[in-house]
């Protein structure tokens, strides 16, 4: 039996199957792998039970996950009575390492987040502070999470490495506080759960997305450049939004004033975005939509676009001859 464990053991490296992680349960070592991924999704599987003794399990699963689902799958496990053996630690053989791997990291008090070089962070307003990097196992050492300034600072340094690829990079992050946003470089912001603050800044650049709500009892600003796009939900006492360069924001809720400054081809989608005053300005070959309730500020030339909902009282100035263009919403 040792000797068709050996076996398997080599089959599997033959086929260059990775553990993706292992549980522990009652004695019973449940270890679950697969092959390499295909634009984030595995759908060759293998279960693997070896109960310690004689017997040792080998199953093919029918199916497919995401890279979304395995790290799931990794938070939810860790929380469980049963232990997880975490990947940094283990190895599916001599000469492969471990698919992924989730590692916590020690970090100061921080109000802001500032992530870029195509990380996926995800974050939870609550207490305690906790950040935690699930990626290639082998390639943990490239992921810097460092504490500046009360920012905390999230990104990909190669340290020389060429050619650095990475199946997957995830960061789950939580603190009792997140006024700052920042995003870049293909980053990816995501609040899973409404954020409260007294004030806030969001801004995104270089293709990098952020997505969210967020409750704020005085001013938000929220700028847009370069390809990104922005995914939010606000409420606030003022807000001001400034999109550029091909940038995408969608932005709904409310506020007493709002102040848009859209240009360069970029669009933003505010006619679910209450405000009693707005000011909106779109040039450039923009395209704004805004919901106004009592007053209207108006500015459009050089192609650029207003579309506005409701009744408020207008003033415009429209450059006509530049196509400039102001129009309701029907």
Avoid: W
């Avoid at 290639?136 to 650095?164: M, P, R, S, W």
């Amino acid at each position: 039996m040792a000797q068709i464990n050996k076996d398997i053991k080599s089959y599997l490296s033959n086929l260059n199957y990775s553990e993706i992680m292992s549980v522990n349960s009652n004695g019973a070592k449940i270890k679950f792998l697969s092959a390499e991924e295909k634009n984030g999704v595995l759908d060759d599987l293998l279960l693997s039970i070896d109960n310690g003794g004689e017997e040792n399990i080998l199953i093919k699963l029918d199916g497919k996950l995401s890279m979304n689902d395995i790290n799931k799958i990794i938070n939810s496990t860790e929380t469980n009575i049963n232990p997880v053996t975490n990947s940094r630690n283990n190895t599916i053989s001599e000469n492969t390492s471990s698919y992924l791997n989730g590692e916590n990291r020690n970090v100061g008090e921080f109000s802001g987040i500032q992530v870029s070089t195509g990380v996926n962070l995800v974050y939870k307003q609550e207490n305690p502070t906790s950040v935690k990097v699930i990626a290639d196992a082998d390639k943990l050492q490239y992921i810097i999470t460092k504490v500046e300034g009360g920012i905390l600072k999230v990104y990909v340094d190669n340290k020389g490495q060429k050619n650095l690829k990475f199946k997957n990079i995830s960061v789950n992050v939580s603190s009792p506080r997140m006024d700052n946003i920042k995003a870049s470089s293909g980053a990816l912001f995501t609040a899973i759960s409404p954020v409260q603050e007294n004030n806030l800044s969001i801004d995104a650049s270089s293709g990098a997305m952020v997505k969210g709500m967020f409750d704020v009892s005085n001013n938000a600003k929220i700028e847009a450049s370069s390809g990104t796009s922005i995914k939010v939900g606000v409420n606030a006492k003022n807000v001001t939004v400034k999109g550029s360069s091909g940038s995408d924001t969608n932005i709904e809720g409310e506020a007493r004033s709002a102040a848009f400054d859209i240009s360069s081809g970029a669009v933003c989608k505010g006619e679910n975005f209450s405000a009693d005053h707005v000011e909106a300005e779109s040039t450039s070959g923009a395209s704004l939509s805004v919901s106004a309730s009592r007053t209207l500020k108006a500015k459009a030339s050089s192609g650029g676009l207003i579309k506005y909902r409701g009744n408020p009282e207008i003033t415009a100035d429209i450059s006509k001859m530049s196509g400039g263009t102001l129009k309701p919403i029907n």
